[in-house]
């Protein structure tokens, strides 16, 4: 079992940047993949970008290919996403996810946070 809490979101003006954060509780935190998603208003859910367990290998949608960032830190059971050159298409609520599958083109959270909101003003 993992939990997961986000925190980072807020509001900021296009072209600012965010960090957002997302801390696990748990055992085996190296294990899981991690990935983040995000859902806007009116509409899905949708990926945004996975890391692996050891942090080696990333995808990222193309919709923020180059200007976002996932990290993660085992010692510390987080997970970072760096958000820069922030659009106002990037407001949504936030959500981070844990999976133990190794596919990172098909990743799809065991376990989810409760999300963050993100709203960049025009």
């Known amino acids: 079992q993992v939990s997961l809490v986000e925190s980072g979101g807020g509001l900021v003006q296009t072209g600012a940047s965010l960090r957002l954060s997302c801390a696990a509780s748990?055992?085996?935190?190296?294990?899981?993949?991690m990935g983040w998603f995000r859902q806007a208003p009116g509409k899905e859910r949708e990926f945004v970008v996975a890391?692996?367990?050891?942090?080696?290998?990333?995808y990222y949608a193309d919709s923020v290919k180059g200007r976002f960032t996932i990290s993660r830190d085992n010692a510390k059971n987080t997970v970072y996403l760096q958000m820069n050159s922030l659009e106002p298409e990037d407001t949504a609520v936030y959500y981070c996810?844990?999976?133990?599958?190794?596919?990172?083109?098909?990743?799809?959270?065991?376990?989810w946070g409760q999300g963050t909101q993100v709203t960049v003003s025009s």
């Open positions: 890391i692996t367990g050891n942090g080696g290998t990333t």
């Open positions: 748990g055992r085996s935190f190296a294990y899981y993949a």
């Open positions: 996810a844990a999976s133990a599958a190794v596919n990172l083109r098909q990743f799809s959270g065991n376990y």
